[in-house]
């Protein structure tokens, strides 16, 4: 059964940075590239970031370029989020999860919520 765990969250004041990690189980992780995707207060959730298999970074949207990077590791089956320079527009609750070309698991997490406000 796939299990994702996101950590991490908190509140933050715009321009500070802060590091999610998704633990995750219950499928052979270093065979699926994955993502952080997010989903602001009525808005629909969107992908984040993606790395492929090796670590190559696949995707990445515009809002966040220069400012986010992600991270795995395949031996302890995690993925991060590293977020610096952040802004109001930022919060939101953070997923993790299969990404491209992978598709996501039905299954998702309980997010991790982040909040840039001063």
């Known amino acids: 059964q796939v299990q994702l765990a996101e950590s991490g969250g908190g509140l933050v004041q715009p321009g500070g940075s802060l590091r999610l990690s998704c633990a995750t189980s219950g499928f052979t992780f270093r065979n699926y590239a994955m993502s952080w995707y997010r989903q602001a207060p009525g808005k629909e959730r969107e992908l984040v970031v993606g790395?492929?298999?090796?670590?190559?970074?696949?995707r990445v949207a515009e809002s966040v370029k220069g400012r986010f990077t992600i991270s795995r590791d395949n031996d302890k089956n995690m993925v991060y989020l590293q977020m610096n320079s952040l802004k109001p527009e930022d919060t939101a609750v953070y997923y993790c999860?299969?990404?491209?070309?992978?598709?996501?698991?039905?299954?998702w997490g309980q997010g991790t919520q982040v909040t840039v406000s001063s």
């Open positions: 790395i492929s298999t090796i670590g190559i970074i696949t």
């Open positions: 999860n299969a990404g491209w070309p992978n598709i996501p698991f039905g299954t």
